[in-house]
């Protein structure tokens, strides 16, 4: 059975007279941030120049460059993009690590994968929430929190577990529950998940409902309506109910349709398809085409975006979408 700690297992006590350093004011890094100072600690944030400098200096933070702030703080929370970090790392970070400090990761990939080799007198720890970043912000705020996996990978004070109990209850995290887990765990598996089933599979399986129903000669928005809008709809039931929670509440045709014709159509090729995927996460072949991507400028992640922006589905649901939500 999986450790997992709630509220009542975590103190902040660990972060009270620390000063942490958000680097990074994206996705995670304003959405931690912010639910860190409203958890009443002390957060800095680390920056290059730009609009996000910008935004958190208007949200109230003090800002520094990487450096400045790694200086001035004694826990660090790497929360810029994955294949953003090493070079910060090296550059701006590890030069200025002190005895005792604490560095934190929202998910594993560039430690597990060797990408940056932490110094043994620090901590290393990780709290990955396991949400997008608008909602472990939106979440808190409604006094609640997204679950998340923490991880200890160097334990250099003792208290590495602890620090980073304390991050995951101030980001929110606690009050949903955190699971301890390694960095080659929750690595691993984000990547697995992000791939088939969250980012890659619900997509591909938006856009293939679409296009048979178009290329049947339906109309588009009625396609539309029925496999993207409605599929958050339905998801809705089986996040809160659980997959027969959900086959209770939709009709009985749609019950037995569902239970006869879902594993025809997701059959056993693509759970062979998601193990091939994932043994190319497990090897770190991924690991190793992404960076390639990145260090070559990512022709093929923009011209893949592209054709997605193009795709029919984004046209009609932009119509869609103004319609429902008025932008
Ligand atoms: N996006 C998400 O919801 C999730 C992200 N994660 C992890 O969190 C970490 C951060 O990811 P995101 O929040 O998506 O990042 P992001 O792409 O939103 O980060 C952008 C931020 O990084 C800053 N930045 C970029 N390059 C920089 C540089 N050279 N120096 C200083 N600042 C720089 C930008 O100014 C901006 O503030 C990653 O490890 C990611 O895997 C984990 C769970 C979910
Ligand atoms: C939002 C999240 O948890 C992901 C899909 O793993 C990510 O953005 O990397
Ligand atoms: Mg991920
Ligand atoms: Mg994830």
Same mark, same amino acid.
């Given at each position: ?210 296009? +048979? ?94 054709? +997605? ?19």
């Amino acid at each position: 059975m999986a450790k997992i700690y709630t509220d009542r297992d975590a103190s902040l006590d660990p972060l009270r007279d620390k000063t942490i350093a958000v680097i990074g004011y994206g996705s995670q890094g304003r959405a931690q941030a912010l639910n860190l100072r409203d958890s009443g600690l002390d957060v800095i944030v680390g920056l290059r120049p730009g609009k996000s400098w910008e935004l958190a200096e208007k949200e109230g933070f003090k800002v520094y460059r990487v450096d400045e702030a790694v200086k001035r703080a004694d826990v660090i929370m790497m929360l810029i993009p994955d294949m953003v970090q090493p070079e910060v790392w090296k550059n701006q970070v590890e030069p200025h690590l002190r005895e005792g400090m604490t560095v934190d990761f929202a998910h594993g990939f560039t430690v597990h994968y060797g990408l940056i080799k932490p110094p043994e007198f620090v901590d290393v720890v990780m709290v990955a929430p396991k949400s997008p970043g608008a909602k472990v912000r939106e979440e808190f705020l409604a006094g609640r929190g997204v679950p998340a996996l923490v991880a200890v990978y160097q334990d250099y004070s003792g208290r590495a577990l602890d620090t980073a109990l304390a991050i995951a209850k101030g980001i929110g995290a606690t009050r949903a529950g955190v699971i301890e887990t390694t960095f080659k765990e929750e690595t691993e598996t984000d990547l697995i998940g992000e791939q088939t089933v969250l980012v890659g599979g619900l997509m591909e399986l938006i856009k293939k409902g679409f296009e +048979t129903l178009v290329e049947l000669g339906y109309q588009p928005e009625v396609a539309y309506f029925e496999v993207l809008n409605e599929a958050k709809l339905i998801m809705d039931l089986i996040w809160r109910y659980g997959i027969t929670g959900m086959l209770e509440r939709v009709s009985v045709t749609a019950r037995y349709g569902g239970l006869t014709v879902g594993p025809k159509v997701i059959d056993d090729r693509v759970k062979e398809n998601m193990k091939k995927a994932a043994e190319r996460v497990r090897s770190g072949e991924f690991a190793r085409e992404w960076v390639e991507e990145y260090r070559k400028g990512m022709p093929r992640l923009q011209k893949l975006l592209e054709d +997605t922006r193009s795709h029919e589905i984004e046209r009609v649901g932009k119509e869609m979408r103004r319609l429902l939500f008025g932008d």
